[in-house]
């Protein structure tokens, strides 16, 4: 090859070899494609209804709660805990991680979950850990220890042999209590924190139920006079009332406000 063609074909690969360069370049300083994130589900389109039991695991006053509802014509599951509840609360939220993933796989557009006691923690964990906002139309918790318990607290330190894993993550500033308000699940979607002034397990009632971005209702604020202990929340006409009234296809801040006593105990 004589030396002029050699120095036309060295041009030419340079050239190619900075349009290539120039390409390059372009496609990585391109913005990547836009995507459009997951809508959470319609307000107006409820699904069925999941209950996670509390602390012990017990079922029978959520499955009364459950039958009243079904009554309206909802779905509605009570869980069965791993153990009795009291071990590792991730190992309940696997459980209704499940639950929901196996609903949603029927069709449902999305699910409402009501979460008793410790079992409203495990809502919140849930909320925070496996993308629940999109999942999960509301949130409903009955005296949910959401800012922890001082009676957890107390118990790790006075009786700590009594005090298996899931009491100990209940304790105000455990790793778990505080995900929650790190993670702000409160306000990622819908959720009614019910509670009352009566809690003798949950302490103190108010402060230990409250999450920011939640909408609170006291028993006491609702039906003044009443008494409520915390056993006696998923059963308690009033609460039930207020419960099937959050799960209504209507907004949940018009659902719960302006509520009266007398309607809500005929309703429940």
Known sequence: MSPRRRLLVAVVVALL????????????SAPAPATDPVAPPAQDRPGPVLLVPGYGGSRSGLQQLATRIEATGRSATVLTLVGDGTGD????????????DAALATGAPSVDVVGYSAG????????????????ARRVVTLGAPLAGTSLAAT?????PDACPAACRQLAPGSAEITELTR??????????SVWTADDETVTPPGAASALDGTTQVQVQAVCPGARVTHSALPTDPAVTGVVL???SPDPLDAAVTGVDCAELRAAG
Do not use: H
């Not at 993670?183 to 009614?192: H, K, M, Y």
């Open 120 to 135: 409203g923690v495990v809502a919140g964990l849930w909320v925070a850990r496996d993308d629940g906002a999109n999942k």
């Open 17 to 28: 070899l900075v349009g290539a360069g120039v390409v390059g370049v372009r496609l990585l």
């Open 155 to 159: 118990a790790t330190v006075v009786a």
């Open 89 to 100: 609360l991730s190992t309940q939220v696997a459980v209704l991680d499940a639950a929901v």
């Open 245 to 247: 009234r959050a799960l």
């Open 183 to 192: 993670d702000r699940v409160g306000e990622a979607l819908p959720w009614l």
